[in-house]
């Protein structure tokens, strides 16, 4: 068996390449597929499949642009409604590629479709791989709260999720591999592990969501605390089901000059600054939002920019450009017209009107916080990571919910932003100053670097339950 797993770390996306007898098959795609084409050439493989265990919410995958390239067929679940040609799979179908059988197991529970794939190669005696999409996750189970509007409840698909891994997936060996689609960083599960592989076995050791509970338990715990729901994760399954648009058919953005750029402002563009905390706390354009390229880029682009919205790259060089590009076609943003000729050196030359961010230290916070100064610190992490630990008296409004809840703030600060490490907290912001909120200063490192400064936190208290 030819084995190759494809991790994409700023979507935290894991795909796969199986191969036997010249024959392959692609599990999960991401949207660019060359990756796979080249691999499976290179080692003497016709792409068979492409399977994909789900429609996946949080990326677009690029099953359709890899069966036109390849001639393989795609196999959806067979309650997946996808609107091309493919092969619909039901629980106990088997396919076949070289000397491996893939037996399709029917999981639902974080989707209706989701479906499991079983290899395992006849011709050694390695233990069987199962690839278990958003079923199974190393360290967790996939979250049952995506598939509202089509009439399941979150308790509903808890009861399938529950089903699906004590009827099926626990009754396999414990020595079976377990691969899932996704890892650490993933908004479709709550406490994914770093690990990219497991086994059956060792999840039934460690993994939370295995540990012996009725039904009832395991409904109500799994439907607490899930984290936001992305405005784009619906909008990416719509996508999925009728298959994307090939990459390759995308129209390149445009150089603008900083008139060009001035006017699609005022026609309701948004300017993206892909550079990094640093560089556009140094200068930038004011009233343009910065994500920088260096985290979970797509992820945040896809949540807090409306799709369909015309968006002009502020880039350091074209190869910036172009990988914006890709990763935000990869959460369905095709809405890229243009990108600043000459980078942030233009606006300047043109004399508009640009901004400098202020910043904090983690030193300089603490002592304005002892001295009970009047400043509100902001903490945008997610309110599970806020509940572990915050810098004292900080206010905790997540990053995704930032944009509805500005008027929470006062517009004159002074006020600080804090994330974990830097990354979102230069996202925060901006988005306030997007809205006209001043004296905003990033807390640089983030409470990493309090936390390493050896500077108390704060725990939420729980609510007293009578």
């Not at 089903?163 to 650490?184: N, Q, T």
Request: net charge negative.
């Amino acid at each position: 068996m030819y084995f190759k797993q494809f991790y994409l770390g700023c979507l935290a996306h894991g795909s796969y390449l199986l191969g036997s007898d010249g024959e392959g098959v692609v599990i999960d795609p991401q949207r660019d597929v060359d990756q796979y084409i080249e691999d499976a050439k290179r080692e003497g493989l016709s792409i068979k499949y492409i399977i994909e265990t789900h429609l996946h919410a949080d990326f677009v995958s690029g099953h359709r642009e890899l069966s036109e390239k390849t001639g393989a067929q795609i196999v959806f679940g067979e309650k997946s409604g996808a609107a091309f040609p493919h092969i619909a799979v039901k629980d106990g179908d088997v396919l076949k590629i070289g000397a491996i059988t893939l037996s399709i197991l029917e999981t639902p529970g974080h989707t209706p479709e989701s479906i499991c794939i079983l290899a395992k190669d006849g011709s050694d005696q390695e233990p069987a791989k199962l690839f278990s999409g958003d079923t199974l996750f190393i360290g967790d189970v996939g979250r049952p709260d995506l598939v509202g509007s089509k009439g399941f409840s979150d308790k509903e698909m808890a009861g399938l999720m529950y089903e699906s891994l004590h009827g099926k997936l626990l009754k396999l060996p414990d020595d079976v591999e377990v691969f899932p689609a996704h890892g650490a960083g993933s908004l479709c599960g709550k406490h994914l592990s770093n690990e990219r592989s497991s086994t059956i076995g060792q999840q039934k050791q460690f993994n939370y969501a295995l540990k012996p509970m009725s039904k009832e338990a395991f409904v109500e715990m799994l439907t607490a605390d899930q984290p936001e729901v992305p405005a784009y994760f619906p909008k990416d399954v719509e996508i999925n089901r009728l298959g994307a648009s090939p990459l390759e058919s995308l129209s390149r953005p445009l150089p603008f000059t900083s008139e060009v750029a001035t006017k699609e402002l005022q026609r309701g563009a948004v300017i993206l600054d892909v550079r990094t905390a640093a560089e556009h706390a140094s200068g930038n354009i004011k009233g343009s939002l910065h994500i920088g390229l260096g985290g979970q880029f797509a992820s945040w682009a896809g949540t807090l920019i409306q799709l369909g919205t015309p968006i002009i790259l502020l880039a350091n060089d074209q190869a910036q450009v172009d990988e914006s590009v890709v990763r935000l076609a990869r959460v369905g943003i095709e809405s890229v017209i243009g990108h600043l000729q000459h980078g942030i050196s233009s606006w300047d030359e043109a004399d508009f009107e640009s901004a400098q961010s202020s910043v904090i230290s983690v030193a300089e916070l603490k002592r304005a916080i002892d001295a009970d100064e009047d400043l509100l610190v902001v903490d945008v992490r997610r309110s599970g990571e806020y509940d572990a630990g915050h810098v004292p008296k900080a206010i905790n409004i997540p990053l995704a919910e930032l944009s509805g809840r500005v008027s929470e703030l006062p517009a004159d600060g002074p006020m600080s932003v804090i994330c974990a490490s830097g990354y979102r907290s230069s996202i925060a912001k901006s988005i306030l100053e997007r809205a006209g909120v001043k004296h905003v200063m990033d807390v640089l490192g983030g409470t990493t670097a309090w936390k390493n400064a050896d500077y108390g936190t704060q725990r939420r208290e729980a609510v007293p339950t009578r």
